[in-house]
């Protein structure tokens, strides 16, 4: 069975530090992943995704993602947070062609000035 | 461009009431899903339609139900409400083409449900 597990639950970071949110997938066929993020009250905003080729994928906002096929993982990254970043982050994978996607538990993510 | 529109954003209920939930998709998606989301369970699929048609779903009792019209919009229903019903039900369209892999939704902000 599909399953995307993050094992990070809440994330303290400073205003200006690097950032890295990890995901782990399982998934038998070649896997369509996206990070989203939500603030509170909001809807989920898609920051990324991959697809296929390029394995480091560029998103909104100053995120990117990497892909690594042997270790299952999609992970996150941003060079400087900012205090707007703070808010929740899932990872999801999605199977072809359908509107279904299996979400991580998210990753809280507080920022401090 | 529009995005999705969820209505209405907030509703309360009493146990075993019904509810019906609305949404509007960004023009030209033909695929509506939704989810829901809580504390407990996070987010999780609850059914997908394309062309007035579901495609997928989730796994969830036949108290939810949803359907779609010919212009995309999209209604989903929960009958008999229980406690455990409360969440945001977020709605998402997509194209539906998947061309080039797996659809790219995007959400509305949600219906906020309470039961009482």
């Known amino acids: 069975a599909q399953s995307v597990t993050q094992p990070d639950i809440h994330i303290t970071v400073s205003e200006g530090a690097s950032l890295e949110l990890r995901c782990n997938y399982s998934?038998?066929?070649?896997?369509?992943l996206f990070w989203y993020v939500q603030s509170p009250g909001q809807g989920l905003q898609l920051l990324l995704k991959y697809f296929s080729g390029d394995t480091l994928v560029q998103g909104i906002k100053g995120f990117e993602a990497e892909f690594k096929r042997s270790q299952s993982s999609f992970t996150l990254r941003k060079p400087s947070v900012h205090w707007s970043d703070a808010a929740e982050y899932f990872c999801?994978?999605?199977?072809?062609?359908?509107?279904?996607?299996?979400f991580g538990t998210g990753t809280r993510l507080q920022v401090f000035p | 461009k529009a995005g999705v529109t969820q209505t209405p954003r907030y509703l309360i209920k009493t146990r075993g009431q019904q509810v019906t939930l609305s949404c509007s998709p960004i023009s030209g998606h033909r695929s509506v899903s939704w989810y829901q989301q809580t504390p407990g369970q996070g987010l999780q699929f609850l059914f997908e339609y394309f062309s007035e048609t579901q495609r997928n779903k989730g796994n969830f009792p036949g108290r939810f139900s949803g359907r779609q019209f010919s212009n995309s919009r999209s209604e989903m229903n929960v009958s008999t409400l229980e406690l455990g019903d409360s969440a945001l039900y977020l709605c998402?369209?997509?194209?539906?083409?998947?061309?080039?892999?797996?659809?790219?939704?995007?959400f509305g902000a949600g219906s906020r449900l309470t039961v009482l």
């Open positions: 999801a994978v999605g199977e072809r062609n359908t509107d279904k996607l299996i």
């Open positions: 998934y038998g066929a070649t896997p369509y």
């Open positions: 998402a369209s997509s194209l539906g083409l998947g061309d080039s892999g797996a659809n790219v939704l995007t």
